[in-house]
């Protein structure tokens, strides 16, 4: 996949031709999965510095400060086309593979979540996908001791060809004991530690940058790696011990473009010399571009000082983990590879590493919204149906597929964020974004991906610490898909920067396209956020109990759920009011509300299901947009004392109670029993029933 003009490019830097393993380490490392070279200026516009900042992107992980005794590594990948041609095995190896950028910061992996996207579940194919990836985070997160504790799920036809799989993973360290992935010093051997290499994987980073073709489930199912969670478990217990030696002086897993990758990026400082022969090999016969290439799972690679050898190999070896001294750092800025006898790379590792050109595309600025026309059904059987949908829908189905308790630190899951009791605090976890919103009005869709987390974390009193991303996108060699990506860059940006959760690591995937069902998925800014706050436990709104509307409610339809299933269309919502957030913080840690949830997806129908399922509330107005308009920057409350809402725009709604959610919307009114409420919430595990 290297294109003639790079090959040109390249050549006529160096004065000469290039070797076979010279030309694959350029194809993968200059590729768009690893290079960025479509969006690098771009993201260079946002912002990563804050309070708790220590290491910012660039970096296999992040790392933030919690608190004096306690920072945490942060970050977030996504494995999206590995999981369409083996959904088993990507979605697991996903989960191990953002595993290993934690452990590889000195970090002990303590939180994962999963925010995915599929087509949508009238398709016995994606029901497959959904249940393989499904299964194969569960198993390899239970099986290495990882909870995951939050995820999102989306469920859009424009997926149904190229599902998203992004995993976020926090680890927690001493703020002292923080290991870097670049190399210090020449002379410091490389070790090599983990599993065996073997051909899997091959040619990972430049799959991930194409769009996938219609036989891909066959002709790319060797660019697939097949993880084993018991090595990743041993990898992690082992690193941990590695790391408390003091003696790793670097650190980084083999992930995109393999030993190539890791090798080149971790000693871009300063340069290296590898001896390929030294890899340890689960096959016979490899040659040097398949030993370089590889992305065979479970294996990190390490700087340490030559009379620390064989302490970190005779670790290696107590966790039944293969390991070899692979190469030295040299302080000569060059890549060299050594392979029987013979060198079959030699290069400038700037020009390997950091020497892509800037790929300058045209964009073309696009409208899809389109007039709103009210839906025919009465109100009820709207309601019943906004319920109903898998994205609204309970997601017990998933969630009881994991391990969330493990580590015995998961305090909750919801129904906002979830809690972990760390240092005496609460650590929050919240990821998402809304697709359809986003996809129609990039920069506002984007923020509001920004502020609902900020919302969900606002709901428990906690404060942003950062933020990471999946930058999900189809091709963008279309200028309007380069308008998306610019836009929505750019939201995502100006919100961060208003809510003070600076954005310090993720990743970006492309191409997302499928030849096979002709579809390019929607603009998808996958965010992961986590805050600090008190550890607070919900529980239910006592009867009598006031429900109010905080914030301001427009007619904003455009993507909702309910022109999702209706196809009202509508305008897409405008960027909320941050400083609606940051009031509702501040109320919950004064203690003011009973309850609180923001409004998201299916609007104040689904939020009243939510935290007050029996209830009685009085709408004013048009109950469709009272119901089902998806305006952010809104919270439904129960407070004791409306007086404390008094300066904050609000509504007063109703009281907690009764035997059904009660609505009285004019002449009308729509009873909602439990039993219509447990039927509307089974939508996903009825249709993924499995007899």
């Known amino acids: ?14 004065g000469r031709d290039i070797t076979p393993l010279e030309a ?39 790392i933030v400060s919690f608190s004096e005794k306690v920072a945490l590594a942060i970050g977030m990948e996504s494995h999206n086309h590995p999981s369409y041609v083996d959904p088993y095995d990507g979605a697991a ?72 799989v992004n995993v976020v993973a926090v680890g927690m360290l001493d703020p002292e004991n923080v290991i870097t992935g670049r190399v210090k010093t020449p002379g410091n051997r490389l070790i090599l530690y983990g599993a065996r290499t073997g051909r899997d ?24 790696q097949v993880g084993d969670p018991y090595i990743e478990k ?80 005779s670790i290696a070896e107590k966790y039944d983990l293969a390991w070899a001294d692979v190469g030295e750092v040299i302080a000569e800025p060059r890549y060299i590879v050594e392979f029987k006898g013979a060198v079959v790379c030699d290069l400038p590792i700037d020009l390997l590493v950091g020497g892509a050109p800037a790929c300058d595309r045209g964009m073309q600025p696009y409208s899809l919204e389109k007039p709103f026309t009210r839906p025919d059904e009465d109100i009820r059987t709207l309601c019943l149906k906004v319920l109903a949908h898998p994205e609204c829908a309970a997601k017990d189905w998933v969630f009881s597929q994991y ?9 909750s899951l919801g129904p906002d964020a979830a809690c972990i009791r760390l240092d005496g605090d609460g650590l929050y976890l919240t990821c998402g974004c809304n697709p359809r919103h986003i996809h129609l009005r990039p920069r506002d869709g984007t923020a509001n991906a920004v502020l609902e987390n900020v919302s969900n974390l606002a709901c428990y009193g ?16 279309h200028p309007e898909i380069n308008w998306q990506i610019a836009e929505s860059i750019a939201g995502m940006g100006e919100m961060c920067r208003l809510l003070d959760a600076p954005i310090v690591g993720g990743n970006v995937s492309l191409y997302n396209e499928s030849d096979e069902f002709d579809t390019q998925i929607k603009p998808t800014p996958m965010l992961g956020m986590i805050g600090k706050g008190e550890v607070i436990r919900r529980t239910p709104p006592k009867d009598g109990t006031i429900l109010a509307l905080i914030g301001t409610t427009k007619p904003e339809f455009g993507g909702s759920i309910l022109d999702c299933i209706t196809g009202c269309g509508g305008d897409a919502p405008e960027a909320g009011d941050p400083a609606i957030v940051v009031s509702i913080r501040n109320m919950v840690r004064s203690g003011g509300f009973a309850a609180v949830t923001d409004l998201s997806r299916g609007g104040l129908l689904t939020a009243l299901a939510k935290i007050a399922p029996r209830c009685s509330v009085e709408i004013r107005g048009d109950p469709i947009g009272a119901l089902f308009s998806e305006s952010y920057a809104r919270f439904l409350v129960a407070v004791n004392d409306r007086t404390i809402l008094r300066d904050l725009p609000h509504t007063i709604l109703g009281t907690v109670g009764g035997d059904a959610l009660t609505i009285l919307a004019g002449d009308e009114t729509i009873r909602l029993t439990d039993e219509d409420l447990a039927r509307s919430a089974s939508t996903i595990g009825d249709l993924m029933r499995i007899d």
């Open 1 to 14: 996949m290297l294109s003639s003009e790079d090959h040109m490019a390249i050549c006529s830097q160096l």
């Open 24 to 62: 694959a380490a350029f194809e993968n490392l200059w590729s768009e999965h690893c290079s960025y070279r479509s969006t690098k200026a771009l993201l260079r516009t946002l912002p990563t510095d804050g309070k708790n900042v220590i290491i910012g992107p660039g970096d296999d992980a992040a």
């Open 93 to 164: 190896t996903g989960v191990g593979g953002i595993v290993r950028d934690i452990i590889s910061m000195g970090a002990k992996p303590i939180a994962l979540m999963d925010p995915l996207c599929f087509g949508t579940l009238d398709s016995e194919k994606t029901k497959s996908l959904f249940e393989h990836v499904v299964s194969g985070i569960g198993d390899y997160g239970n099986c290495i001791g990882v909870p995951v504790v939050r995820g999102d799920l989306i469920f859009d036809e424009s997926y149904r060809g190229n599902p998203l």
């Open 201 to 224: 994987g091959l040619g990972g980073a430049s799959f991930a940058s194409r769009d996938l073709s219609e036989d891909a489930e066959a002709e790319d199912r060797p660019s697939v």
């Open 234 to 313: 041993l990898l992690i217990d082992a690193t941990m011990a590695m790391c408390s030696t003091g003696k790793i002086r670097a650190c980084r897993d083999l992930g995109a473009a393999g030993f190539a990758g890791a090798s080149s990026e971790m000693s871009s400082t300063l340069g290296a010399r590898i001896i390929a022969d030294n890899v340890p090999l689960r096959e016979s016969g490899m040659n040097e571009v398949e030993i370089m290439l590889a992305e065979s799972q479970e294996r990190m690679l390490a700087e340490v000082a030559p009379e620390d050898v064989e302490l970190i190999g």
């Open 403 to 411: 391990d969330h308790d493990v580590q015995l630190r998961t305090v």
């Open 462 to 477: 906690a404060e942003p610490i950062c933020t990471v991303d999946c930058l999900n996108f189809a091709s963008p060699v």
